[in-house]
């Protein structure tokens, strides 16, 4: 390896590209990409949507990022000067990577890489189900080929489905990963009063955003088909709120269904749980399921995307999407089973954030070499 590429591998400055900075699982994962990188290397987030303000007010956790986060304040629709402004900005950054994630950061962040001539360039792809739209599968193809990044998938399953559909030889996967320190076991009482959840019921949890896609009314649904004693708590916020809220009045289960909102102490929510549900209709590769599972409690999920990827094999259960009594009978099967085994072991061996930034790292290093 000759001097400069010596330099490189020390320090070097790296740029994530995303569609926005706004609560969910590739964003997170991003800012983990950018405070567990190597001390010596300078890393931004480049969000093509929003703004600092309106980010950081909906988004609290991004105030210590400040000075990391850039927003290009992007309009709907398609956008060619979107590409001179990050070209422009490449130029003043000088980036030894820039790693974008999903189809827009790579149409734009990646077109404007290969304009600016930056050396490494990686896009991540963290879902294939927008694939299934045949304009959308067009529009990657044209970005693969004029971006040229190494393509990773997050999850075996996108990287088959990637090769079916774009044949594309520079293609691997790197497993997403938590934060296996923060997401850990804990007191579950002490959880439970924090949160204010009844001590002395069986708690099922379930998290994200309330939006159609995840699938909280089919959970909400199988609670009507449970004894009494299931509670089920919901942690997250969103679009769908009011209409779920009216859907636990319309089955009478007010004394079986809470909604927590945002929760901001979310290892406290996982370790307050007996089992973790997660009744998603589509998913690509869940980070909810690794959380919930580091801090020692066994999850359901329902067989979309990999999902089945994400669970520990002694411990997890597959349940059929859209199908409100699969999901009541994995929930129950779940709790009927020994609990001699921790699925934290797996997350550990499989999916630790610190495993996946030093592929990352490793991969960059790689094709500067």
Request: contains cysteine; positive net charge; glycine residues 6%.
């Amino acid at each position: 390896m000759n001097t400069i590429n010596r330099s490189l591998k020390a320090s070097r400055n790296v740029v994530h590209v995303v569609q926005h900075l706004a609560p969910g699982g590739l964003e997170s994962l991003a800012l983990d990409l950018l405070t567990l990188a190597n001390p010596a290397d300078k890393v931004l987030i480049i969000s093509l949507e929003g703004n600092k303000k309106d980010a950081i007010e909906n988004w609290p956790r991004l105030a210590e990022f400040s000075k990391q986060i850039i927003f290009v304040d992007k309009k709907p629709g398609i956008h060619f000067q979107t590409v001179l402004a990050l070209s422009k900005l490449f130029s003043l950054i000088k980036p030894d990577v820039v790693h974008t994630h999903h189809i827009g950061p790579l149409l734009y962040g990646g077109y404007a890489a290969r304009l600016s001539r930056v050396p490494v360039r990686i896009h991540t792809e963290h879902d294939v189900w927008h694939l299934n739209n045949q304009k959308h599968r067009n529009l990657q193809a044209l970005a693969l080929r004029i971006a040229k990044p190494t393509l990773v998938a997050d999850a075996d399953k996108v990287e088959l489905t990637l090769k079916r559909h774009f044949g594309y030889e520079n293609t691997i996967t790197i497993k997403n990963g938590i934060d296996c320190e923060k997401f850990t076991t804990g007191s579950q009482i002490l959880a439970r009063q924090k949160l204010g959840i009844a001590i002395d019921k069986t708690i099922v949890g379930t998290a994200g955003r309330l939006e159609v896609v995840k699938g909280h009314d089919l959970a909400i649904k199988a609670m009507s088909l449970l004894p009494d004693s299931y509670h089920l708590v919901v942690a997250g916020d969103g679009s769908q709120r009011a209409k779920l809220e009216q859907l636990v009045q319309h089955l009478g289960l007010q004394e079986q269904v809470t909604f927590l909102g945002l929760v901001s102490e979310m290892p406290g929510f996982y370790q307050s749980l007996d089992l973790f549900c997660m009744p998603s209709r589509s998913e690509g590769f869940p980070l909810s399921p690794l959380e919930a599972q580091a801090c020692g409690i066994r999850a359901v999920v329902t067989d979309v995307g990999a999902s089945s990827e994400t669970l520990c094999p002694q411990t997890g259960s597959v349940m059929q999407p859209e199908n409100i009594v699969a999901i009541a009978r994995a929930i129950t099967n779940s709790m009927n089973k020994p609990n001699n085994v921790s699925p934290r072991q797996f997350v550990l061996n499989n999916n630790d954030v610190r495993q996946m930034v030093k592929a990352y790292e490793q991969l960059a290093t790689e094709v500067l070499a």
